[in-house]
Structure formats: C-alpha cells, structure tokens
C-alpha cells in the first residue's frame, strides 16, 4: 500500500494502528521523510499481509484516521520454495505433477527448468513453487510428495522449512 498522511508527529503510528486492529502483519514500512518538506503530505508505503476479508475495514479504519490510500498493490503468492526433482520426468507425464499444485489455487510452480541427458535416463528439474501462506507451501510440498512417490520420483528439498 502507498499511503498519503499529514505529516504531524504521531500520524504514522495511528496508520499502523488499523493495521493490527484488523489482524494485519506488517512485514515492512518505507518511509522517507525529505527536508524542509514542501508540503503537508507524507507519503509512506507499507508491505502487509491480511487475512481474507479484511481490507475493505482496513481501508475504513484508515480513512477514519485521516489517511490516504493511494495506491494498492496485491501479491498473492508471497512465500517461495525451490526444490529438485530427479527421475523419467517427462515418460510420467511433467505437465500432470505441475498441474496437481498449480489446482490447488493457493500454489503455483512458477519456473521450471529441466535437464534431460538421454531419452532412456533419468532427468532432472529445478522446481519452484510460490503459495499464498506458509501453510499453502507445505500443503504444495505434501502433494509434490505424494506424487514423487506414485510416479517413483525423487525429491530433493531444500534444508530450511518452506
């Protein structure tokens, strides 16, 4: 969110304020104050998650604490995970194990990239995947397992947790 408020001490805080009134999470706040400001105005933009439903609250809290909403951004798929998967990718039907993630509406694989050596050996795929939640990737990674082992592929995750 791009934000428009005056700039008066404390104005900044009353606009985080609505943020965690309705179960916001903010992840970042950009804020640049110019000397000798030419105007009244601050511009501050805000990186944020909420949960569903609640921005057009968000937005009413704001207005009521004299802020500006110029500008609203929405990114869905905010968390990312990259794994490698190793085996006869294409004779067990790639566009399948990419669909059964990309159908679940909270999880896409968003690049791919595959190394095939011979057409009778294993191949290989560097896979990421983007999610809405971090809840939504372990989701996508439970179904990318279940499908590596139907399809007697392997999967090599990454150390940290996704």
Known sequence: MKLEMR??????VAALQPISA????????????????????LDVQIVLELPEGRLSRLLELLREQGVNVVRIDEERLLYECTLIMIGHLMHTD?????GRIDTTGSAEVT???LVMPAISSPSSARITIRSTTRTEMKKAIRILRSVAEQKNLLIIEPLEDA
């Open 7 to 12: 700039d008066r001490p404390g104005q900044l």
């Open 22 to 41: 309705v179960g916001g999470n903010i992840i970042a706040v950009i804020h640049q104050r110019e000397a000798p400001a030419a105007t009244e105005a």
């Open 94 to 98: 790639l566009s399948d194990t990419v």
């Open 111 to 113: 690049e791919l990239s």
